[in-house]
């Protein structure tokens, strides 16, 4: 168990819907990242989240969308979903911000879009 | 830009054999390297890591060295066992760019048979 929890654990939802996934990240650190896992594009980083503030930003569409509240929990948002958008959603956390923290990952979410 | 190369899977072994899962890098700066396994329905695990040039990460019998010279982190265990079956990601982080996000490779599983 790495301590970072994810809800819910598996989501089913039509095209065009809106779904919110979130993460609750390790005790103590401050770094949310966002991760999707798809069979095509592999494991690809979303987001990353600072103490509230966004810090780095990777291949995200202008559909998605997140942020890091003061409990430091973060939450991801997708709207006008595609099938395409069917994937596994990680969150990880990390103690700081740099290329040398460990991120610990939680268990996932799976989002199936129909 | 910063990428990631892992052989192909799958890679099947027999219990006690050696296992070695090739990864190499491209990067500018001085990355971090890590090592990370996904059992089946589960998030990513840290499995061993490397700051610098030289430096050798190990956890549970599993073990990498960073090499800057062929930009590699291979990845080795002396016995597998059945319980290693998964897939296995190399990935890195940091470099010149700053970059907190992980990037990883395509991930190889294996499949260890008693």
């Known amino acids: 168990d790495s301590g970072v929890t994810q809800t819910p654990k598996h989501l089913i939802t039509a095209t065009g819907q809106r779904v919110t996934l979130r993460c609750s990240p390790r005790?103590?650190?401050?770094?949310v990242y966002w991760y999707q896992q798809s069979l095509d594009q592999g494991l690809q980083f979303l987001i990353q989240?600072?103490?509230?503030?966004?810090?780095a930003k990777g291949n995200i569409l202008e559909r998605f969308s997140a942020q890091q509240f003061p409990d430091l929990h973060s939450e991801l948002n997708l709207s006008s979903l595609e099938l395409g958008d069917s994937a596994l959603y990680f969150c990880?956390?990390?103690?700081?911000?740099?290329?040398?923290?460990?991120?610990?990952f939680g268990p996932g979410t799976r989002l199936t879009v129909t | 830009g910063n990428s990631v190369t892992q052989m192909e899977g799958p890679v099947t072994l027999s219990e006690e054999a050696f296992l070695t899962i090739n990864c190499t890098y491209t990067a500018t700066g001085y990355p971090s390297l890590f090592w990370y396994v996904q059992y089946p329905g589960e998030g990513l695990q840290l499995l061993l890591k490397a700051t610098k040039a030289d430096d050798k990460g190990s956890n549970k019998g599993f073990e990498a060295t960073y090499r800057k010279e062929t930009t590699s982190f291979h990845l080795e265990k002396g016995s597998v066992q059945v319980s290693d079956s998964a897939v296995y990601f190399c990935?890195?982080?940091?470099?010149?760019?700053?970059?907190?996000?992980?990037?990883f490779g395509a991930g190889t599983r294996l499949a260890v048979h008693p």
């Open positions: 989240y600072y103490n509230g503030e966004e810090r």
């Open positions: 005790s103590g650190d401050l770094s």
């Open positions: 990935a890195l982080s940091g470099g010149s760019g700053g970059y907190n996000k992980l990037i």
């Open positions: 990880a956390s990390s103690v700081g911000t740099g290329g040398t923290y460990e991120q610990y």
